[in-house]
């Protein structure tokens, strides 16, 4: 007998072109080849229809994300008030189908009396107050800095709702820590990702990346990091690529003639960046979550040194290279970069890699539903 799940997402997960999408959905594709039969509830604001997902899920509903400054003025957290909607109520009232939250974002009904019999799976991309916590940092608009504030206090109460969860599934084994110590009932479910196999080439490239979502705090904070702390250090040429590159980039980027930004490039352009790329440096100062690029950056890249940050709790730390400091990170750059990647290194990747497979990652989910 066929399995069925109500997936309720925070976005429309389709294209996968960012972080929190790019898990929901190649869980997605990994449960339909599963033969899971899949209700798919999407809030949608800023995408549009996408009727590729009509060819993996039984049915696709769209809800309008309300947007109202009125949210703001609720105890809920603006994230979740802003998703709450009867019509999404009303479906999952259609039958009696295991649901999984796709985020705190998503868990308004998390608590509802007529769901409390139900098996209810919460997906925790991360601890969302900590995260938006983190959000403050640097940011110098007050209202911006604010609202970060207040929406981490609201995100830190309303946690408390996860007591209703039969289940919540965390993306680390840090944040699986910390989940299990509060709520118990919590399982390790690594997010998915495109990548089936490790594709990594042997040899040389000729450059250092960065690659990112260009517009978001914290990768505005990695890029500047590097161009200002790693750059002067180092004579390699160095990329920065991603989305919607901010204007902070791109004029710190100007000042030096060894930086070139790509902006907004194909998914197809970015991967023939990873893959020929000597390095791939994907620093961070946010232990939060776990940073998919990274994923794709190992599966399809050389050499990756990272800042202990990147991989905090992760189970990645030995698939990277680890520095601390600015220093640290400009000395292992000038060696690897005389340093050809090798068929043992590929070997001891695909090695590390294999817990880290979607069906490894599935596996518990598919046992619960």
């Given at each position: 007998?066929?399995?069925?799940?109500?997936?309720i997402s925070f976005n429309v997960p389709y294209p996968a072109d960012y972080g929190g999408v790019i898990d929901v959905f190649y869980r997605i594709r990994s449960l339909h080849d599963a033969g899971v039969k899949i209700h798919l509830h999407c809030f949608?604001?800023?995408?549009e229809v996408a009727k590729p997902l009509n060819e993996l899920c039984e049915?696709?509903?769209?809800?309008k994300r309300s947007m109202s400054v009125l949210n703001q003025l609720s105890v809920k957290p603006f994230i979740v008030k802003s998703r709450a909607n009867r019509k999404l109520l009303r479906n999952l009232l259609l039958n009696n189908y295991p649901i999984l939250f796709e985020g705190l974002h998503t868990c308004n009904y998390l608590t509802h009396r007529k769901l409390a019999d139900r098996i209810k799976i919460v997906r925790c991309h991360n601890i969302e107050h900590d995260y938006y916590t983190s959000l403050t940092r640097g940011v110098k608009s007050p209202l911006l800095s604010a609202y970060f504030k207040t929406e981490a206090a609201k995100l830190k109460r309303f946690e408390k709702n996860l007591e209703h969860a039969t289940t919540i599934a965390a993306i680390s084994e840090e944040d699986k820590n910390y989940f299990s110590s509060k709520y118990g009932k919590t399982f390790l479910m690594r997010p998915c990702h495109p990548s089936m196999q490790v594709l990594a080439e042997e040899g040389s490239g000729e450059y250092i990346l960065y690659h990112g979502d260009l517009s978001t705090p914290e990768n505005i904070d990695s890029a500047l990091f590097i161009i200002q702390d790693i750059v002067p250090g180092i004579k390699q040429k160095l990329i920065i690529a991603g989305k919607n590159p901010s204007k902070k980039i791109t004029t710190a980027a100007n000042q030096h003639n060894s930086i070139q930004v790509i902006a907004n490039p194909t998914h197809d352009e970015l991967q023939l960046l990873i893959a020929q790329a000597h390095?791939?440096?994907?620093p961070t100062r946010q232990a939060t979550g776990f940073k998919l690029k990274l994923m794709n950056a190992l599966h399809n890249g050389r050499f990756c040194v990272v800042t202990p940050e990147m991989v905090k709790g992760t189970g990645l730390e030995t698939a990277c290279i680890v520095a601390t400091s600015a220093d640290e990170i400009c000395t292992i750059l000038e060696d690897l970069m005389r340093t050809p990647f090798?068929?043992?290194d590929i070997e001891k990747r695909k090695a590390l890699l294999e817990p880290f497979s979607n069906n490894a990652s599935i596996a518990h989910l598919l046992q619960i539903i």
């Open positions: 007998m066929a399995k069925h799940l109500h997936i949608q604001y800023g995408r049915e696709v509903i769209y809800y390095v791939n440096l994907l090798s068929e043992k």
